[in-house]
């Protein structure tokens, strides 16, 4: 095979990952079929099976462009921060800005404008949440467990579902922000304002974080005394 038709393979290649991905974000992963595809790549309609062996193995190489680098920076983030703090529990903002902020980092490195990277991302994990292919699935599952274990030591007043059930509410409503951060705009009418992918991070980590504390710091002060306190001779 010679040296140009190895290149033009290889754009081809990347032609149907590329409209895979902006289709995706804009349609779904449903509606979206092999032709609509190829026409946009200007392929033909039997490369996605030349170059992925289906369309679903097409999926999959999509989702491991965008998922597996935010796991991978988020076990580093945490890393870092465990490194850091030798053995201490970390404070629940830190651990949510190791798991939030990659979306920041891997949206600037995206060919995808901002807003559809997020809406990619909350279509993949909206509707295909459930199914992650096996290329993603291992890191994501072992990301996933270091950062309960790090909610667990920072939250010792909550019991591992509840932990569980607290990361799996804030997932969902980090994708929900990201990706439809418009609806806020139109619902207020343009009060809410026009903010940057920064404000509404530290935004988000604030709220999620005094969620993931709800009830530990309210039974700490059920426990305090209240009232004046009878004095005893003993």
Known sequence: MSAVAGDSKVATKQRLIEAAEA?????????????????KAAANVAAVNYHFGSREGLVAVVMARYINPVSEERLARLEALERRAAGKALAVEEILDAFIRPFATQVRRSELSEKLFFKLMGRMFGQQGCELPPVVESLFMTMVGRFHKAFTKALPGLSSDEI???????????????????????????????????????RFIRFTAAGMRQGIEESSEESKPKGPQEEFPF
């Open 23 to 39: 289709l995706f974000a804009d349609e779904g992963f449903d509606r979206v079929s092999v032709r609509d595809i190829t026409t």
């Open 164 to 202: 569980w059930w607290r990361m799996h509410l804030m997932s969902g409503s980090m994708i929900h922000t990201m990706a439809h951060s418009e609806t806020v705009l139109r619902l207020s009418s343009g009060e809410s304002g026009n903010p940057t992918m920064e404000q509404t991070l530290s």
